[in-house]
């Protein structure tokens, strides 16, 4: 009788660590996938680290520059929401005031558009 419940702890514990190796498992999939496209994509101008003057583009390009991604104060202010309508944005402002610089907190015209290049999952990678 008592090898029933040591048995079924067994299974349990074993469940619940399979499940958190495949849960680990996706979340690094997803981490991997979302560093393959930021070097593919993003790299060019934020700088494979993220710095800014990092860039191969940066010095060629208008202001305003990349933001620093690795500015955690002013990075910290920032919703998961604002950075994925940054990067799926429309191409062009069809907001009050068009597509001037500055008219948006994060968006601006000198960052394209990856609505048309990357699905919503590899943007949320």
């Given at each position: 009788m008592k090898a029933a419940p040591l048995y079924v702890s067994g299974v349990v514990s074993a469940l619940i660590g399979i499940g958190a190796l495949v849960a680990?498992?996706?979340?690094n999939d997803q981490q991997a996938k979302g560093h393959e496209l930021y070097n593919h994509?993003?790299?060019h101008c934020h700088g494979e680290s993220g710095r800014q003057n990092e860039g191969y583009n940066w010095s060629s390009m208008p202001d305003p520059k990349p933001k620093d991604l690795t500015?955690?104060?002013e990075m910290s202010t920032?919703?998961?929401k604002d950075i994925f309508e940054?990067?799926?944005r429309d191409m062009k402002d069809t907001g009050?005031?068009?597509d001037e610089i500055g008219?948006?907190?994060f968006g601006v015209p000198t960052?394209?558009?990856f609505k048309y290049t990357l699905s919503e999952d590899e943007i949320w990678a």
């Amino acid at each position: 009788m008592k090898a029933a419940p040591l048995y079924v702890s067994g299974v349990v514990s074993a469940l619940i660590g399979i499940g958190a190796l495949v849960a680990g498992g996706c979340a690094n999939d997803q981490q991997a996938k979302g560093h393959e496209l930021y070097n593919h994509y993003c790299a060019h101008c934020h700088g494979e680290s993220g710095r800014q003057n990092e860039g191969y583009n940066w010095s060629s390009m208008p202001d305003p520059k990349p933001k620093d991604l690795t500015n955690k104060a002013e990075m910290s202010t920032l919703k998961d929401k604002d950075i994925f309508e940054t990067i799926y944005r429309d191409m062009k402002d069809t907001g009050e005031g068009g597509d001037e610089i500055g008219d948006d907190e994060f968006g601006v015209p000198t960052m394209p558009t990856f609505k048309y290049t990357l699905s919503e999952d590899e943007i949320w990678a």
